[in-house]
């Protein structure tokens, strides 16, 4: 077991004896990786910036916050049901050609918002976003698959991962002083623009095949299995796929519905709760938001050296996602108790620390789980994080209107942590789906 988890890994290769930089530096996955935190960044501010263009909008388009409320619940719900279909076609087609179309999608929806005249047009403009968005992480995990050795995926998703909640943070800035030069409409085309180029980027710096990249180097080649280097696209094995990841899908559920607590409401409660003016509640949600972008990247880089050290899968992958989600339960518990702005403010910031700790790892086991199918496995593990954005924020904000306070809300978001982090414990990503007849032919496959 040990044996094959360090052919798997890779542990011979860069990130084995320097480290997980070097693994990157100079290689073209390098160039790979980082293509991809763009898309992440970008992706991030083109579905949070109408949060802050919304006053604007309203004004402008007549809408009442009813109306607005509805606009923005339109991008999660194709955004949930795109997720599966998104997979498989990054596993039929390749990452290369889906990314690029979701990428252009994406991009004239943004664009289009700028150009919405009333209710219908800008809802129709944020359903293409859902749309657009929605394949996007399922076609880069499945690039990630093909690029980067196993040891490396968790680092992989993580630093992605956290370029997407720089996004959320730097989207409000920006899209204010875009407003501030211009107008609203100016902020989405602006955007649009930026969205299209990055697209034009990944046809042009991308392919399925690392083999076929112009720079790809015979050393670099060699540090990926026979079956990355092959980019073998066998038929998904529906019913041996779904056993081993729908539990995966719960726990991304539970993940996700505490992922949009945050996004969606502690705003809301620090200026609630507190009394804060908007600067003061504004900087108060952005230093707890920070905090998930550093876990990002140690979650990553924790379950990748755990992987390099120990060569189990299960070890590596299992104890940080459990960790993870009991660390996030028992820092939001105090929030339930006190009533003090700075110690809650630290205790938000911690869970939300640990919450994003399991973020690249829950991305990295369907890669562990299902490595010729990673595009479908990562969009059947999404769904989860699809359904919680639809039903999450409602729910949420339903709960404090009928009692009147934040106490049962927050009770249970953490219930649901609790439950997803024993559920984890049931999580094997060692236990992948055997190769294909196809894989098995592929020329030193061992």
């Known amino acids: 077991m040990v044996q094959q988890a360090k052919a798997r890994s890779g542990r ?3 990130a084995g004896r320097g480290g997980v930089l070097t693994a990157f530096r100079g290689r073209v996955r390098g160039r790979v990786l980082l293509l991809l935190c763009g898309m992440y960044f970008i992706t991030y501010v083109d579905r949070v910036n109408i949060s802050t263009a919304a006053p604007f909008i309203r004004e402008d388009l007549g809408l009442s916050n009813t109306q607005l409320g509805l606009v923005m619940s339109a991008f999660a719900i194709p955004y949930a049901f795109f997720q599966i279909f998104g ?14 179309i979701v990428g252009v999608v994406w991009a004239v929806a943004t664009a289009c918002t700028g150009f919405a005249t009333g209710l219908a047009t800008l809802f129709a403009a944020r359903l293409a976003l859902g749309f ?3 394949a996007a992480f399922p076609g880069a995990t499945q690039a990630m698959a093909r690029w980067l050795p196993a ?4 680092f992989g998703q993580g630093i992605t991962h956290a370029f997407a909640r720089l996004g959320n943070a730097v989207a409000p800035l920006v899209v204010a002083g875009i407003i501030a030069l211009f107008d609203w409409r100016a902020s989405f085309w602006l955007l649009g623009a930026v969205s299209l180029c990055w697209a034009v980027a990944w046809v042009r710096g991308y392919r399925d095949r690392p083999a076929d990249h112009p720079r790809m180097t015979e050393a670099e080649l060699a540090e990926l299995s026979a079956h990355q280097r092959a980019d073998v696209r066998p038929p998904v094995p529906w019913r041996a796929l779904l056993r081993r990841v729908l539990p995966l899908t719960f726990v991304d559920f539970c993940y996700g519905w ?3 607590v945050y996004l969606s ?3 809301s409660f620090f200026a ?3 009394g804060l003016a908007l600067s003061k509640f504004a900087l108060f949600s952005a230093l707890v938001l920070v905090a998930g972008v550093i876990g990002d990247v140690l979650g990553g880089v924790l379950t990748d050296g755990l992987l390099r050290r120990t060569g189990s899968l299960r070890l590596a992958r299992r104890s ?4 993870g989600l009991f660390g996030s339960f028992l820092f939001v518990l105090p929030t339930l108790f006190v009533h003090q702005l700075v110690l809650v403010t630290v205790c938000l910031a911690l869970a939300f620390f640990f919450l994003e700790m399991t973020n690249p790892v829950l991305w990295a086991v369907p890669m562990d789980l299902a490595p010729e199918h990673a595009g479908t496995a990562g969009g059947v593990m999404n769904t989860g994080f699809g359904l919680a954005g639809v039903l999450s924020p409602a729910i949420f904000g339903l709960l404090v209107d009928r009692t009147g306070g934040w106490v049962v809300s927050f009770l249970v978001s953490a219930g649901l942590l609790l439950v997803g982090g024993l559920t984890a414990l049931r999580i094997d990503p060692a236990n992948a789906l055997p190769p294909s007849e196809e894989s098995e032919t592929v020329p030193g496959r061992q």
């Open 12 to 14: 011979s290769g860069p």
């Open 87 to 100: 997979g498989v076609l990054a596993d039929r087609i390749g990452p290369r050609r889906l990314l690029a």
């Open 132 to 134: 657009g968005e929605g």
């Open 151 to 154: 040891d490396q995926r968790g």
């Open 258 to 260: 505490m992922l949009w």
């Open 265 to 267: 409401w502690i705003p």
């Open 272 to 274: 609630g709760s507190y």
């Open 320 to 323: 940080v996602l459990v960790c």
